[in-house]
C-alpha cells in the first residue's frame, strides 16, 4: 500500500487574455480503509454479561431516581428521588437492600442532590435549598409548568442556594454545614469519615468582582466555576484544591482515603475528563483523554481501576466505561444499552455495582443493581491498548506534574492488535480529526502529519511500502488552485462614438480559468440584479 503525495506544482500560465496562475499544493492520500479493514469481519459486540449479572431494577417508586451511593456496611443505599406531593423536585431517601423499606432524610421542600454516608457515623450529608426563601414558589411554577403539557431536557442549574447539610439517617439533627454564596454540593466524606470533598462556585461571588466577560459567563454557565474544595467533616476549614478554567466537581475519595478521583471539562464546556489527585491538590493524574464528556468516575475499593459514565458512542447515549487507575489504557466499554447509564458506583466489597439508568418501561431514569466481575474488569484492562494520548504534564492549577504519565514520544496508543478493535476504529478516526490536522487539507501541514501517522500504522500492522521499505509515501503533481495575474487580464467597452470604458480585473469583473481572448460586437443592455425584495417600490433593503 502506498500513500500519494504531492509535489508543487509549477507555476502554469495559460494564454494572456485568461493570465490564470496555479499555486501547488501538496496532497496526501488518506489510506484509513486499510487501516480499518483487516479486523472489521472479527468484530464483535460484547455484551454487559462479560461484568455484569443478576441486573435488577431497584426503585419504582417515584417519578425517577439516581445516584445510588452505599452505606459503609453495603446494606443500604441513600439516593435522590422525585416523589414528594407537592415538589417535582429530588429529595434524599434511603433502602434497605435486604428488606426493601424507604425513609426520607431531607426536609421535603427545596431542591436536594448528592447524598453520602458519613463512616462510623449515623450522619448522611447531602446538598439542598430548603432554606431559600423561595424554594416553595420554584416547586409551584415548576408543577405549572409539567402540567401545562410542555417538555425541556434535564438539565441542572446550579442554584446558587444550595447548600451542604448533614442529618441522622432518619432526617433529625440536620446541620448546615457550608454557608458560602454560591452553589455548594456534589459532597462525599472521606473513608475514616473526617473530611469532606466538595464542588463550590464560591469564587465566583460576588459577581460584582469579575470582569464584565466573566459575569456574562456566570450567568449563562455558572458551571464553568465550579471547584474542588476540601474541608473537615463539621464543614470547617474549607481548602481550594483545583485552580483551573472550567467545571471542576463530583468528587470521590479513593478507599485507603489517599486520593480524590474527580472530573473536569475543558474551558468550552464540551469534553471532560477523569482526574485523581493527592488530598493537597498535588499529583495531579489525567486518566482519560477520550475526546468525549467523560464523567461521574468512582474508583473500585481495590484501587485498581474507576468505571465513569461518558458519551462517546453519540451525544445522547452515555454508557459505563472503566479505565486503569494511572490512565495508561483506553477505556474499556462496560454496558451497550442505548440511553442514559451513568452515575455508577461500586459497593465496599467491589462485589456490586449500582448506577441510574433509562432503561425502564417508561424511558425515565431509575437506579439499577448488579453483581460485578472484579477479575473480567482487570483482564479487560490488561488486555486494553495503551492509551492514545498521553500528556507529559497535566496542569491543575497546583503546580505538580503528572510523574505516573508514559512518555508521549513513542505514541503508546498507536499499536493495534491482529483484530481491529471498536477501541482501535475510534483512536484512529480521533488522531485523525484532531485539531492539529486542521482538517487535512490537501498539501497542508496537517496532511502530512496525517499521512506520517498512517505509514507508521501501516508498518505497525506489517504492511510494507514499495520495495519491501517502511516509506508509503510517492509524490505527485496536481493544481490546486488558480490566481488572477494581475495586470495580464482587460476588458473594455467601446462606443459607436469612439469612448472607451475599461474594467479592472479583480475588481469590476473575474475572468473564469477557462476563459479566452475574444472581441465581441453587439448591445449591450443593463438588466438589472434580478433581486425581488419586499416592500414598496424605493424602498432599501436595510437590515
Not at 355 to 383: C, P, V, Y
Not at 468 to 488: C, K, L, R, W, Y
Not at 507 to 526: E, I, M, N
Request: with cysteine; glycine share 10%.
Amino acid at each position: 500500500m502506498q500513500l500519494y503525495r504531492s509535489k508543487p506544482s509549477p507555476p502554469f500560465t495559460p494564454a494572456q487574455p485568461a493570465g490564470h496562475r496555479t499555486r501547488g499544493r501538496s496532497f496526501n492520500f488518506l489510506a484509513l480503509l486499510v487501516l480499518l479493514a483487516p479486523g472489521v469481519g472479527t468484530c464483535r459486540e460484547e455484551s454487559e454479561s462479560r461484568f455484569l449479572s443478576n441486573t435488577r431494577q431497584l426503585i419504582y417508586e417515584g417519578r425517577r431516581s439516581g445516584e445510588g451511593y452505599f452505606s459503609p456496611d453495603g446494606q443500604r443505599l441513600v439516593f435522590q428521588s422525585e416523589r414528594e406531593p407537592g415538589n417535582p423536585f429530588y429529595q434524599i431517601y434511603t433502602l434497605d437492600l435486604a428488606t426493601g423499606d424507604s425513609r426520607r432524610v431531607s426536609p421535603g421542600h427545596g431542591k436536594t442532590t448528592c447524598a453520602f454516608f458519613r463512616p462510623s457515623s449515623d450522619d448522611i450529608l447531602f446538598a439542598s435549598t430548603h432554606l431559600d426563601p423561595s424554594s416553595l414558589q420554584k416547586q409551584k411554577e415548576e408543577l405549572e409548568f409539567r402540567a401545562s403539557g410542555k417538555a425541556r431536557r434535564y438539565s441542572w442549574d446550579y442554584d446558587p442556594a444550595m447548600d451542604i447539610f448533614a442529618a441522622r439517617h432518619d432526617g433529625t439533627r440536620l446541620r448546615n454545614l457550608t454557608s458560602a454564596p454560591g452553589y455548594d454540593a456534589e459532597g462525599a466524606y472521606s473513608p475514616d469519615g473526617s473530611k469532606i470533598v466538595f464542588c463550590s462556585l464560591r469564587d465566583a461571588y460576588p459577581p460584582e468582582k469579575l470582569s464584565p466577560a466573566d459575569r456574562k459567563r456566570l450567568e449563562v454557565d455558572p458551571s464553568w466555576f465550579g471547584e474542588i474544595y476540601i474541608m473537615e467533616a463539621d464543614g470547617s476549614a474549607p481548602r481550594r484544591l483545583t485552580h483551573q478554567p472550567g467545571y471542576d466537581g463530583g468528587p470521590f475519595f479513593s478507599a485507603d482515603g489517599q486520593r480524590i478521583i474527580w472530573r473536569r471539562f475543558d474551558e468550552k464546556g464540551v469534553n471532560a475528563d477523569i482526574y485523581t489527585m493527592k488530598l493537597d491538590g498535588s499529583d495531579v493524574r489525567r486518566l482519560t483523554d477520550f475526546a468525549a464528556m467523560s464523567w461521574a468516575p468512582y474508583l473500585h475499593p481495590s484501587g485498581r481501576y474507576a468505571v465513569f459514565t461518558a458519551n462517546k458512542l453519540g451525544f445522547d447515549n452515555f454508557e459505563l466505561f472503566l479505565v486503569d487507575e494511572l490512565g495508561k489504557k483506553e477505556p474499556v466499554r462496560v454496558t451497550y444499552t442505548d440511553g442514559f447509564d451513568g452515575l455508577p458506583v461500586f459497593s465496599p466489597d467491589g462485589a456490586k455495582l449500582c448506577w441510574t439508568s433509562n432503561r425502564t418501561a417508561d424511558k425515565q431514569s431509575q437506579l439499577f443493581l448488579a453483581s460485578w466481575n472484579h477479575e473480567a474488569a482487570l483482564q479487560a484492562i490488561a488486555s486494553a491498548p495503551a492509551r492514545s494520548s498521553l500528556p507529559p504534564a497535566q496542569p491543575g492549577g497546583e503546580g505538580h506534574g503528572h510523574p505516573h504519565a508514559a512518555p508521549v514520544a513513542e505514541d503508546p496508543g498507536s499499536r493495534s492488535g491482529p483484530a481491529i478493535s471498536e477501541t482501535d476504529l475510534r483512536r484512529h478516526i480521533n488522531r485523525l480529526t484532531a485539531d492539529e490536522m486542521n482538517g487535512r487539507a490537501a498539501g497542508s501541514p496537517g496532511s502530512s502529519k496525517a499521512s506520517a501517522y498512517l505509514s507508521k500504522e501501516l508498518n505497525q500492522l506489517g504492511i510494507k511500502g514499495p520495495g519491501g521499505g517502511e516509506d508509503h509515501i510517492q509524490n505527485f503533481e496536481f493544481t490546486a488552485s488558480n490566481q488572477v495575474m494581475p495586470g495580464a487580464n482587460h476588458l473594455r467597452f467601446t462606443r459607436p462614438d469612439g469612448s472607451i470604458t475599461r474594467f479592472e480585473a479583480g475588481k469590476d469583473f473575474l475572468p473564469l480559468s477557462f476563459s479566452s481572448s475574444a472581441s465581441v460586437t453587439g448591445q449591450v443592455v443593463f438588466a438589472g440584479y434580478g433581486l425581488v425584495v419586499p416592500g414598496k417600490l424605493g424602498e432599501g433593503y436595510d437590515s
